[in-house]
Structures are given as structure tokens and as C-alpha cells.
């Protein structure tokens, strides 16, 4: 069974920082693009943060560009996203997904997703 699967979130106060993780089980995803992202109460799906299946290219929404860090470790079938300096506005459920093509991984449309967790940012 081919899985992502999501850990890292929490509750952090504005300011701070916090780790997402993804790790893909039952199958190899070091040839796919891989990327994060997150839906907030009452709103759509959004693109955050995707990295190439290299990990030489790399694509930020502009909400999070300087804040929002996406790595990948390979010999792991691993994606990291680093979030520091956060906001109340970056609260949501965060989701990993990956596909072959980069193009439909940041429209939404990779072939797999992870379950989501949950980043609340509060004081």
C-alpha cells in the first residue's frame, strides 16, 4: 500500500517555528516532485511549497517565501518543510503530496496525498 504520511504539527505561538515531516511507504518517491500543502477553515486547498524530485528547484507560494523552507532527503523517501516566523494566518491542515509531473503537483493534482496535520498558530 503506498502511503504519505504527515507528522510535526501542533500548536505554536506567532513567531515560532515548527517542523512538518512526510514519509512515503510502499513505493520509491525519489523520481517525483514532492511538495506541501494546506487548507484553512472555510477555504479552499492551497499550494505552499513544492521541491523537485533533484531537490535543485524549488517553489514557494508567496505568503511563505523567506519563512517556509521545503527539503527532501531521498535515501529517507522523506520531505521536510521548516516554517519559521509564524503566523495566525498560516493555520491549517498542512498535507504532503507527490507526482511525477511538477507542473500537476503545484496545481493540485499529484496522484498522491498524505491524511494532513494539523499547524494551529495561536497565542
Known amino acids: 500500500q503506498v502511503q504519505l504520511v504527515e507528522s510535526g504539527g501542533g500548536l505554536v505561538q506567532p513567531g515560532g517555528s515548527l517542523r512538518l515531516s512526510c514519509a512515503g511507504s510502499g513505493r520509491t518517491f525519489m523520481a517525483d516532485a514532492m511538495g506541501w500543502f494546506r487548507q484553512a477553515p472555510g477555504k479552499e486547498r492551497e499550494f505552499v511549497a513544492a521541491?523537485?524530485?533533484?531537490?535543485?528547484?524549488?517553489y514557494y507560494t508567496d505568503s511563505v517565501k523567506g519563512r517556509f523552507t521545503i527539503s527532501r532527503d531521498n535515501a529517507k523517501n522523506t520531505v521536510d518543510l521548516h516554517m519559521n516566523s509564524l503566523k495566525p494566518e498560516d493555520t491549517a491542515v498542512y498535507y504532503c503530496?507527490?507526482?511525477?509531473?511538477?507542473?500537476?503537483?503545484?496545481?493540485?493534482?499529484?496522484?498522491?496525498w498524505g491524511q494532513g496535520t494539523q499547524v494551529t498558530v495561536s497565542a
Open positions: 521541491i523537485s524530485w533533484t531537490g535543485s528547484n524549488t
Open positions: 503530496a507527490a507526482d511525477f509531473s511538477m507542473a500537476e503537483l503545484r496545481a493540485g493534482e499529484g496522484d498522491y
